[in-house]
């Protein structure tokens, strides 16, 4: 898989679930994130404002236990896991 389909796929998930994601920080230290990008889950004083390029390395997440924005660059993933997956929109189309 490239870093482009990893990215996309993680985004994804965590578009409906809230995961733990380990990764090694640039210093060479392993970080773990419990956190989500489900909008639901994030207050809303702190949703995204307007339109912003993100950076196709890293991912923005929200971390629940530090209530705030975090990112890490996917390449530096090395766990992903499932903590909680959130209502699934039902598809309008069924």
Do not use: Y
């Not at 796929?9 to 679930?17: E, G, N």
């Not at 920080?25 to 702190?46: F, H, Q, S, V």
């Not at 949703?47 to 996917?74: A, C, M, N, Q, Y």
Request: glycine share 4%.
């Amino acid at each position: 898989m490239t870093i482009i389909t990893e990215r996309v796929a993680l985004k994804a998930l965590l578009a409906h679930s809230t995961m733990r994601i380990v990764f090694t920080k640039r210093d060479g230290t392993e970080r773990t994130l419990i956190c989500t990008r489900d909008m639901n889950m994030i207050p809303e004083e702190n949703h995204p404002k307007g339109v912003k390029t993100e950076s196709l390395d890293s991912l923005p997440v929200w971390s629940i236990e530090d209530k705030g924005w975090r990112s890490f660059r996917v390449d530096a993933v090395t766990v992903v896991q499932t903590v909680h997956i959130h209502t699934l929109p039902l598809d309008k189309g069924s």
